[in-house]
């Protein structure tokens, strides 16, 4: 048995939510239900200064199901202990109905309208008051013991150049493979990155249904890279080396490892099973046209965390800040020029697999120990930071349907 195999069976002290989840953070939430409670919601936490307590929500005043589920799947995230939902008073979703989904799930929780509770300033203590509440609850939340059997890791890429199919996501590829292994799950998306992989792709289906589905997802967005114009490559990917979407696409999808996929899930829907999962968030085909498909790299790490990420890898050749909330970010890069440039906010030097410093195998190895610190309460380079950047987008995508698949030549 190597090293890494060793990892499998160690095991570590996570949160026990009533669902039966389990969590390696013990959040609380200020989810603010319109921009015009936003910056309420933003001095509250500020006041708070607690690294636990972050701030999410929606700037839309209409209504829009998938920025509704998306808040839904963020209260019940094991990582999510308590909430605390802030309105103006006159928005579509409602602050007391998000509290009562967290309540449901066994989770402390409050909520109220700035409108109704005297204006800036009382809006401020009054939330202060909550969240303190709900913290105290939160102190006595059970501890159990949590395994690599027992994570869900999602994975995106960002700022791509030439070392990030040749090192970054290969080493979060040769990650995933020993996680699926060890009985853990992991999800990989940007199905926008995968033009001209088709074959590649359906090949590794684990069952007939998932190959439909994958050849469905590819279809749709190909069809719309194809309606808005514009494929996921960019100034920046060619100034790093990378010459044509297809060479990008490349280096994405290998980010998956090599086993078999077992399905497609939408954003805010739960793996439907252990092992790799691919994530389509490419909006669907609907009248209203609402959204892009990644209009930033915080709108890919919102999604994966949706579907129940506990950890995201975060693979950027050229380099990057960001973090999220909710989720610790670790950020990897196959560069180690960019490595020593942004030594402050990347986690882990792939690069050194191109210099032939480190095996792939010992590389995996550091990867689990990492992973392992973190979701034990380590903090990651973007939460010693403060970073906690998200964004939810007005989008369409049904929950459930996929869209038949045609036949591929």
């Given amino acids: 048995m190597n090293e890494s195999d060793s990892l499998k069976t160690i095991s570590w002290q996570g949160y026990q939510r009533q669902s039966g ?14 921009e015009c409670a936003h910056f309420i919601a933003d001095k509250i936490v500020a ?63 409050n909520w109220f309208f700035i409108q109704q509770a005297g204006g800036t300033k009382s809006s401020i203590e009054l939330g202060v008051k909550y969240v303190k509440r709900i913290q105290d609850e939160l102190s006595h939340t059970p501890r159990v013991a949590m395994g690599f059997s027992d994570l869900i890791i999602g994975s995106e890429c960002g700022g791509s150049d030439y070392t990030s199919g040749l090192a970054g996501n290969v080493a979060v590829g040769n990650f995933f493979d020993w996680l699926v292994d ?43 890279c194809k309606s808005v114009r514009q494929y996921s490559v960019s100034p920046g990917n060619f100034a790093g080396g990378l010459s044509t979407i297809e060479e990008k696409s490349m280096g994405a999808v290998i980010k998956s490892g090599s086993r078999p996929v077992q399905g497609v899930l939408k954003v805010s829907s739960s793996p439907r099973g252990k092992g790799l999962w691919l994530l389509d968030s490419t909006p669907d085909p609907h009248w209203m046209q609402f959204g892009i498909t990644n209009p930033n790299d915080n709108e890919g790490l919102m999604a994966l965390i949706s579907c129940g990420s506990h950890i995201i890898f975060f693979v950027t050749g050229r380099g990057s800040v960001v973090g999220s909330v909710v989720a610790p970010v670790i950020k990897i890069t196959g560069n180690s020029q960019t490595y020593a440039n942004m030594s402050e906010d990347m986690d882990v030097d792939a690069g050194r697999l191109l210099s032939g410093a480190l095996s792939q195998q010992a590389l995996s190895t550091e990867i689990a120990e990492l992973v392992m610190a973190i979701a034990s309460g380590k903090k990651s380079k973007s939460e010693e930071q403060g970073h906690k950047e998200y964004f939810i987008p007005y989008k369409y995508q049904s929950r459930d349907v996929l869209i038949p698949a045609r036949c591929e030549n």
Wanted: glycine residues 10%; hydrophobic residues 45%.
């Fill in 21 to 34: 989840a389990k969590g390696i953070r013990n959040k609380t939430l200020v989810i603010y239900t319109v």
């Fill in 47 to 109: 006041r708070i200064n607690d690294s636990e307590v972050e701030v999410v929500g929606f700037s839309g005043c209409t209504d829009n199901e998938y920025a509704v589920r998306m808040l839904i799947a963020l209260i019940r995230h094991p990582n999510v202990g308590g909430v605390l939902a802030v309105g103006l008073g006159c928005e579509y979703i409602q602050p007391e109905w998000l509290s009562n989904i967290a309540k449901e799930e066994g989770k402390p929780t």
């Fill in 182 to 224: 060890a009985g853990g799950t992991a999800i990989f998306e940007e199905i926008v990155e995968a033009i001209g992989l088709i074959d590649i792709l359906s090949a590794r289906a684990a069952t007939e249904a998932a190959r439909e589905q994958i050849i469905a997802t590819y279809n749709k967005a190909l069809d719309y």
